[in-house]
């Protein structure tokens, strides 16, 4: 059950990372974006983790 609660707690942040680091480089963002597009996806999990 610990196991579990931690992970929620880790997506929760990570998602709240994400979201400000949206709002704070909205520019940056998009062009990660847009690279991601031309690499594949796994850019995109390797940034966000």
Do not use: P
Request: with cysteine; glycine share 2%; net charge positive.
């Amino acid at each position: 059950m610990q196991n579990i609660c931690s992970i929620s707690v880790k997506l929760l942040l990570r998602t709240k990372m994400i979201k400000y680091f949206r709002r704070k480089c909205a520019l940056l963002f998009a062009m990660e974006l847009e690279m991601s597009k031309k690499w594949g996806f796994n850019v995109v999990f390797i940034l966000v983790s």
